[in-house]
């Protein structure tokens, strides 16, 4: 089966910037969409950004023009590149993937655990 593995979490100021990475392993066989959704608390799950296996982009008004998302479909991995953070983007980051296992036909959808993301003023 599939797992999500996010990192590069942490606590930082405001301003400063955090670099989230998700990889993915097990018995892949090609990765769909990708994306990278949060939660803060009291909140509900949102989409922060998204990304095609072509490489078009999506972003969350909130965000555009500081966060970037890109990928390296050769280690099946997605990246968020989070500029001029603010304390208002505090929450929990979660990994989003569409895989294909290896030999099937379907795709299927699947979550990493999460990483805390943590911006003080």
């Known amino acids: 089966q599939v797992q999500l593995v996010e990192s590069g979490g942490g606590l930082v100021q405001a301003g400063g910037s955090l670099r989230l990475s998700c990889v993915a392993s097990g018995r892949i066989g090609s990765t769909n969409a990708m994306g990278w959704y949060r939660q803060a608390p009291g909140k509900q799950r949102e989409l922060v950004a998204s990304i095609t296996s072509r490489g078009s982009t999506n972003y969350a008004d909130s965000v555009k023009g500081r966060f970037t998302i890109s990928r390296d479909n050769a280690k099946n991995t997605v990246y968020l590149q989070m500029n001029s953070l603010k304390p208002e983007d505090t929450a929990v980051y979660y990994c989003?993937?569409?895989?294909?296992?290896?030999?099937?036909?379907?795709?299927?959808?699947?979550w990493g655990q999460g990483t805390q993301v943590t911006v003080s003023s």
């Open positions: 989003n993937a569409d895989i294909r296992l290896t030999f099937a036909i379907a795709t299927a959808n699947y």
